[in-house]
């Protein structure tokens, strides 16, 4: 079937540290794959995409490279922030008429100052 | 565009009571999702619409869920009866319906049942 697969949380680095969020997927098929950012108390929102595999999506300092050959699409950041908080994302979507959501559990990360 | 928006933010009701959850779409999206979000659970589709249609509901949990699109730029999800286990945060998306793009997300709606 269809998944997503996140590493555990919660994630605790100080200010400053480098950041890696490991994902790896299963599809049928060629998929998009998203992170996706949530703030204590709000929805999801996009963080980056890459819709083929090399494509690198990068935004705020985060930056993740869809590779096929390892069904990965790890999330990193050379300098997180104390505001970097939050709970992270991956999803992917098929290339199918459903164009629905496949999200992992989730990674919670706790920057400290 | 304001984004998608739902309503109520917060709802605290009964056991046994109707509870409706309203979702009003970002215009032009021709998708619109239903999640639930729990601790145990993680981040769970429940139904899913193209087009005003309901393409999958293999994720609602029981027949006391249900889901409509009466037109494009308004969604329900009802519970009838509900049970305390039915509390999470409830998010309603919507996105272009193409498999290249994003799904835009409301701020949710927290759901206690007592």
């Known amino acids: 079937g269809n998944s997503v697969t996140q590493m555990e949380g919660p994630v605790t680095l100080s200010e400053e540290a480098f950041l890696t969020i490991n994902c790896t997927y299963t599809a049928t098929g060629y998929p998009s794959l998203f992170w996706y950012v949530q703030y204590p108390g709000e929805g999801l929102q996009l963080l980056l995409k890459?819709?083929?595999?090399?494509d690198k999506g990068s935004n705020k300092g985060f930056e993740a490279t869809y590779r096929k050959e390892t069904t990965s699409f790890h999330l990193e950041k050379g300098s997180v922030q104390v505001s970097d908080s939050a709970v992270y994302f991956c999803?992917?979507?098929?290339?199918?008429?459903?164009?629905?959501?496949?999200f992992g559990s989730g990674t919670r990360l706790l920057v400290r100052p | 565009d304001a984004g998608v928006i739902q309503s109520p933010r917060h709802e605290v009701t009964e056991m046994g009571q109707e509870v409706t959850l309203r979702c009003k779409p970002i215009?032009?999206?021709?998708?619109l999702f239903w999640y639930r979000q729990t601790m145990m659970r993680g981040l769970e589709l429940l139904i899913y619409?193209?087009?005003?249609?309901?393409?999958?509901d293999s994720g609602m949990p029981e027949d006391r869920f249900s889901a409509k699109m009466p037109n494009a730029s308004f969604s329900t999800l009802k519970i009838q009866p509900s049970e305390p286990r039915d509390s999470a945060v409830y998010f309603c998306?919507?996105?272009?319906?193409?498999?290249?793009?994003?799904?835009?997300f409301g701020q949710g709606t927290r759901l206690t049942v007592v």
């Open positions: 890459a819709t083929k595999a090399d």
């Open positions: 998306a919507s996105s272009l319906g193409i498999s290249n793009t994003e799904a835009f």
């Open positions: 999803a992917l979507s098929l290339r199918d008429s459903s164009y629905k959501l496949i």
């Open positions: 215009s032009g999206h021709n998708s």
């Open positions: 619409f193209n087009n005003n249609v309901p393409i999958d």
